[in-house]
């Protein structure tokens, strides 16, 4: 069983920055998508960035493709999502998930179905960008 702790979550002002870090744990596996997602109140929960466990490309979607970086230490079973310009509307809490992948195509974490293939979660992380 998967366990995912996020972190990192606070207020900042529009332009700021923010790092948040999810420690994983229980791998039964070698192959994870890793990903990061977020819900705004009365909003889906979107995914916003992946990565794949073995290292390769990285995808984001689009409304943060430039402005957040993802990226993992495998040395502490860690992702980070690091996220700079930060708007009042990145408002959200961030969710650490993970699933299960054959191979390092993780490209479809910005799919509005993707928050449902995606089969471990984290407990969350509140992220509030005022203006």
């Known amino acids: 069983q998967v366990q995912l702790v996020e972190s990192g979550g606070g207020s900042v002002q529009a332009g700021g920055s923010l790092r948040l870090s999810c420690v994983a744990s229980?791998?039964?596996?070698?192959?994870?998508?890793m990903g990061w997602f977020r819900q705004a109140p009365g909003k889906e929960r979107e995914g916003v960035a992946a990565?794949?466990?073995?290292?390769?490309?990285?995808y984001y979607s689009d409304s943060v493709k430039g402005r957040f970086t993802i990226s993992q230490d495998n040395t502490k079973n860690t992702l980070y999502l690091q996220m700079n310009s930060l708007k009042p509307e990145d408002t959200a809490m961030y969710y650490c998930?993970?699933?299960?992948?054959?191979?390092?195509?993780?490209?479809?974490?910005?799919?509005?179905?993707?928050?449902?293939?995606?089969?471990?979660w984290g407990q969350g992380t509140q992220v509030t960008v005022s203006s």
């Open positions: 990565s794949y466990t073995g290292g390769g490309s990285r």
């Open positions: 998930a993970a699933k299960r992948s054959s191979g390092p195509d993780c490209s479809g974490v910005s799919r509005p179905s993707s928050r449902y293939e995606y089969n471990y």
């Open positions: 229980g791998y039964r596996y070698s192959s994870y998508c």
